[in-house]
């Protein structure tokens, strides 16, 4: 696929002159006009190697203007970084909207360079890829352009460059931290290279390939290339989902059609005072010390909270963050999303609060809002929302896989019992402020919020991340319920030997071993039984 790569194209220095004027005006509009909507914009830089992949990058910080454009390397990771799931870092680099990122290899270098060292499967790899995938399409569904450079030249045209480049001690090639050396193995990288970019060659997400040889060539070419990709996206709406996302099914109408999981709760549970003041104070310290274990093993925590309004979720709260070191937690309290948040993928603000290695987070309701308030209240489009539960099952997979032990926790009440709640609530000076209009106008669409919740459960409870339903009519019984759930997770999780903690993942899987996968692509009977070790 790279024979259109090598065939010798260039540009001479009077053309590229003229052409480079004319395309930098057009760059600057095209910049104004982006910086005025909503769509974000990322730019994928790879290649093989002394392509100039880092002249591209300059030549287009001169081009633009830099107050819209940021620039990323992912060179050796961080301790925050390794400390939490990978796509984190990424997350972080995501571009506000009306503005530009680029990546320098972005999440394709780390799997290119595992599979280059053979630290994983072409299986494996392809996994990794499907991954790549869902996270492209996410992006793009959002409204994000999404463009992908490869850059690539003949084996002996990167020879010649290398050549050159290492006669430079002051060259931007030589100046780069060391990484794999890819142009060792020439015909192995291109093979890599070509696996990747069939499997992630996307109508919502192409690769572009770029002969490296002729740098004039190359930089139009480029800058080209981005000129049409954002002229064409402002010009056209994101791609539309609503073909393809999740449909509610349509149900009788008779009452005992309508049924729902939080109909089949027994809300008449109830513990006695002594009983609970016997098992709270037991359950406390053994989270306390749960915590202390977690956080010598590394094994980081994030706990979601969803319910009702007066629903419990406050009270079920501070009995655990009591129980713990205030050193190792965050409670994250989630209203409505900020400018910043705004301006960014709804799952953004809830990335960057990921705990690192050993370290807990208790979210205040969370990213189910995109299915629950933003569903019923319309402040998220039906593609939008129906989406979103794929979206989250997603990310929540990437949490747990990465070591996250994740609890998710609906905390209920009858609407009867939320009425006195809420009159109580008016009666207690101290308790007044957690009463809004927007509290009892919520109560007007209980049937719309029940059946919400009903249809998250079902799409949402999964055997990685599964929903606790809490009975939360009799407080004691519910706080008593949460923390015996958060002893049981916990500890199980922590009697489970992982392979890997968190950070970065070969492939998708950290082998205990670097030199365990065979030149056929598959594990030896070396690394199949330091897997199954691993594993057990």
């Given at each position: 696929?790279?024979?259109?790569?090598?065939?010798?194209?260039?540009?001479?220095?009077?053309?590229?002159?003229?052409?480079?004027?004319?395309?930098?005006?057009?760059?600057?509009?095209?910049?104004?006009?982006?910086?005025?909507?909503?769509?974000?914009?990322?730019?994928?830089?790879?290649?093989?190697?002394?392509?100039?992949?880092?002249?591209?990058?300059?030549?287009?910080?001169?081009?633009?203007?830099?107050?819209?454009?940021?620039?990323?390397?992912?060179?050796?990771?961080?301790?925050?970084?390794?400390?939490?799931p990978?796509?984190?870092?990424?997350?972080?680099?995501?571009?506000?909207?009306?503005?530009?990122?680029?990546?320098?290899?972005?999440?394709?270098?780390?799997?290119?360079?595992?599979r280059?060292?053979?630290l994983?499967?072409?299986?494996?790899?392809?996994?990794?890829?499907?991954?790549?995938?869902?996270?492209?399409?996410?992006?793009?569904?959002?409204?994000?352009?999404?463009?992908?450079?490869?850059?690539?030249?003949?084996?002996?045209?990167?020879?010649?460059?290398?050549?050159?480049?290492?006669?430079?001690?002051?060259?931007?090639?030589?100046?780069?931290?060391?990484?794999?050396?890819f142009?060792?193995?020439?015909?192995?990288?291109?093979?890599?290279?070509?696996?990747?970019?069939?499997?992630t060659?996307?109508?919502?997400?192409?690769w572009?390939?770029?002969e490296?040889?002729d740098?004039?060539?190359?930089?139009?070419?480029?800058?080209?290339?981005?000129?049409?990709?954002?002229?064409?996206?402002?010009?056209?709406?994101?791609?539309?989902?609503?073909?393809?996302?999740?449909?509610?099914?349509?149900?009788?109408?008779?009452?005992?059609?309508?049924?729902?999981?939080l109909?089949?709760?027994?809300?008449?549970?109830?513990?006695?005072?002594?009983?609970?003041?016997?098992?709270?104070?037991?359950?406390?310290?053994?989270i306390?010390?749960?915590?202390?274990?977690?956080?010598?093993?590394?094994?980081?925590?994030?706990?979601?909270?969803?319910?009702?309004?007066?629903?419990?979720?406050?009270?079920?709260?501070?009995?655990?963050?009591?129980?713990?070191?205030?050193?190792?937690?965050?409670?994250?309290?989630?209203?409505?999303?900020?400018?910043?948040?705004?301006?960014?993928?709804?799952?953004?603000?809830?990335?960057?609060?990921?705990?690192?290695?050993?370290?807990?987070?208790i979210?205040?309701r969370?990213?189910?809002?995109?299915?629950?308030?933003e569903?019923?209240?319309?402040?998220?489009?039906?593609?939008?929302?129906?989406?979103?539960?794929?979206?989250?099952?997603?990310?929540?997979?990437?949490?747990?896989?990465?070591?996250?032990?994740?609890?998710?926790?609906?905390?209920?009440?009858?609407?009867?019992?939320?009425?006195?709640?809420?009159?109580?609530?008016?009666?207690?000076?101290?308790?007044?402020?957690?009463?809004?209009?927007?509290?009892?106008?919520?109560?007007?669409?209980?049937?719309?919020?029940?059946?919400?919740?009903?249809?998250?459960?079902?799409?949402?409870?999964?055997?990685?991340?599964?929903?606790?339903?809490?009975?939360?009519?009799d407080?004691?019984?519910?706080?008593?319920?949460?923390?015996?759930?958060v002893?049981?997770?916990?500890?199980?999780?922590?009697?489970?030997?992982?392979?890997?903690?968190?950070?970065?993942?070969?492939?998708?899987?950290?082998?205990?071993?670097?030199?365990?996968?065979?030149?056929?692509?598959?594990?030896?009977?070396?690394?199949?039984?330091?897997?199954?070790?691993?594993?057990?």
């Amino acid at each position: 696929m790279f024979e259109a790569t090598k065939v010798g194209r260039s540009v001479n220095k009077e053309d590229f002159k003229e052409e480079q004027e004319e395309l930098r005006t057009h760059l600057l509009s095209v910049q104004r006009e982006l910086a005025l909507t909503d769509i974000p914009v990322i730019v994928i830089v790879a290649g093989v190697s002394a392509a100039g992949k880092g002249e591209v990058v300059n030549r287009l910080n001169e081009w633009l203007d830099t107050r819209g454009l940021q620039n990323f390397a992912y060179w050796d990771e961080t301790d925050e970084e390794r400390e939490r799931p990978r796509y984190w870092r990424f997350w972080r680099s995501m571009p506000r909207r009306g503005e530009i990122s680029i990546l320098f290899g972005g999440w394709y270098l780390t799997p290119i360079e595992h599979r280059y060292q053979e630290l994983c499967t072409d299986a494996e790899l392809d996994a990794e890829l499907n991954r790549i995938v869902e996270f492209e399409r996410m992006l793009s569904q959002d409204g994000a352009v999404v463009v992908k450079f490869w850059f690539h030249m003949s084996e002996q045209d990167q020879k010649a460059r290398l050549n050159e480049l290492s006669r430079d001690d002051h060259s931007r090639w030589k100046m780069v931290p060391s990484k794999s050396k890819f142009s060792e193995q020439y015909q192995a990288f291109e093979r890599i290279a070509e696996r990747i970019i069939l499997h992630t060659d996307r109508g919502i997400a192409p690769w572009y390939l770029v002969e490296a040889q002729d740098r004039r060539y190359r930089d139009l070419t480029v800058g080209k290339t981005l000129l049409h990709a954002i002229r064409t996206r402002l010009s056209e709406p994101p791609p539309d989902e609503h073909n393809t996302a999740a449909a509610s099914a349509e149900l009788p109408s008779s009452p005992s059609a309508q049924i729902t999981l939080l109909d089949q709760l027994d809300m008449t549970l109830a513990l006695p005072r002594e009983e609970y003041k016997r098992e709270i104070k037991a359950l406390q310290a053994e989270i306390n010390e749960l915590a202390w274990t977690a956080y010598n093993q590394n094994r980081s925590m994030v706990l979601v909270f969803e319910g009702v309004d007066a629903g419990g979720k406050g009270g079920a709260i501070r009995r655990i963050t009591s129980s713990i070191d205030a050193r190792l937690f965050r409670s994250i309290p989630v209203a409505a999303p900020t400018d910043e948040e705004k301006a960014h993928h709804y799952l953004w603000r809830f990335w960057r609060h990921i705990p690192r290695a050993g370290y807990i987070t208790i979210y205040d309701r969370s990213w189910y809002g995109r299915v629950l308030v933003e569903r019923v209240e319309g402040f998220a489009s039906d593609a939008e929302w129906r989406r979103a539960y794929s979206e989250i099952n997603r990310f929540e997979e990437q949490l747990v896989d990465s070591g996250v032990i994740l609890l998710k926790f609906w905390l209920h009440i009858t609407q009867d019992e939320q009425l006195a709640r809420f009159k109580a609530r008016e009666d207690v000076p101290y308790k007044r402020y957690k009463m809004t209009d927007e509290d009892w106008r919520n109560r007007e669409k209980w049937p719309l919020y029940k059946s919400a919740v009903n249809e998250m459960a079902v799409r949402t409870s999964t055997k990685h991340a599964p929903w606790t339903l809490v009975e939360g009519n009799d407080k004691p019984y519910a706080r008593v319920k949460v923390l015996r759930t958060v002893c049981e997770t916990v500890k199980d999780a922590l009697k489970q030997q992982r392979g890997h903690t968190g950070g970065y993942l070969p492939c998708g899987e950290r082998l205990p071993d670097a030199n365990q996968v065979s030149p056929n692509g598959k594990l030896s009977k070396k690394g199949e039984k330091a897997r199954e070790k691993a594993n057990a």
